[in-house]
């Protein structure tokens, strides 16, 4: 199995009605198209970064992603094929058209991909 961690640097200010939006329109769409593992909303309470200080690593500008859901794929090529039928569909555009702050609120976007060591 193949695991893609989407992090999300999504404008601070609009969170409230981003996880409005997400649990309204977004998510019904992303559980019925996608094998969702999971979709999550950073809290109030500050992230941890260990280690950045006593290495002298500094964390860019945007700091910690404030949005992270990950997807279960079977391979890259499913994945591939499955992300750009689903993205490039009139239902997703519709859906996409109304988060708010547009594209412009995603200070950057991220995916890496994963496999488990359990």
């Known amino acids: 199995m193949l695991y893609e ?3 999300y640097h999504f404008d601070p200010a609009r969170l409230p009605q981003y996880k409005q939006w997400a ?3 977004a998510l019904p769409f992303l559980q019925r ?3 969702l593992v999971g979709f999550w909303v950073n809290t109030d309470s ?3 970064v260990l280690e950045a200080e006593t290495n002298n690593i500094a964390q860019d500008e945007l700091k910690s992603a404030n949005i992270t859901w990950i997807i279960r794929w ?3 090529e499913t994945r591939d ?7 490039s569909g009139e239902e997703w555009k519709g859906i996409f058209s109304t988060v708010p702050g547009g594209l412009a ?3 950057r ?4 991909f994963t496999e488990s060591l359990l």
Do not use: C, G
């Not at 094929?81 to 993205?87: H, L």
């Not at 976007?109 to 890496?112: L, P, Q, S, V, Y």
């Open 74 to 76: 079977s391979n890259r």
């Open 105 to 107: 609120s995603y200070f």
């Open 33 to 35: 198209e996608l094998d």
């Open 109 to 112: 976007r991220e995916a890496k």
């Open 23 to 25: 649990n309204s329109k």
């Open 46 to 48: 500050p992230p941890q």
């Open 81 to 87: 094929e499955t992300m750009a039928r689903v993205f």
């Open 5 to 7: 961690i989407r992090n």
